[in-house]
Nanobody
Framework: VQLQASGGGLVQTGGSLRLSCAAS????????MAWYRQAPGKQRELVAS???????NYADSVKGRFSISRDIRKTAVYLQMNSLRPEDTAVYYC??????????WGQGTQVTVSS
């Protein structure tokens, strides 16, 4: 099973993007779904996550601007990004963690925010 991320692009400061990530097949026993990002020269960081109960968690830098959601039936996870800033520029990766703690990564989608 693979994860396919999409929705990245070039946007001006203050703009919005919606990232999508869908699995090529069914993934059972999901523990959590998340979005990470990696900017040039920086480590990959957690942006937002959603666990099986629906509880969400956000990095302080995106709280109030980003929103994570999911569609369990489609094994899909979404990231609505509003009020984008140049510092949000990065490659965004989706991630699915199973109850066994094994995980799957998507291929990444580039988000570029111009000032």
């Amino acid at each position: 099973v693979q994860l396919q991320a999409s929705g990245g692009g070039l946007v001006q400061t203050g703009g919005s993007l919606r990232l999508s990530c869908a699995a090529s097949g069914r993934i059972s026993n999901i523990r959590a779904m998340a979005w990470y990002r990696q900017a040039p020269g920086k480590q990959r960081e957690l942006v937002a996550s959603i666990i099986v109960s629906g509880t969400t968690n956000y990095a302080d830098s995106v709280k109030g601007r980003f929103s994570i959601s999911r569609d369990i039936r489609k094994t899909a996870v979404y990231l609505q990004m509003n009020s984008l800033r140049p510092e949000d520029t990065a490659v965004y990766y989706c991630n699915v963690v199973r109850l066994s703690l094994s995980d799957i990564w998507g291929q990444g989608t580039q988000v570029t925010v111009s000032s």
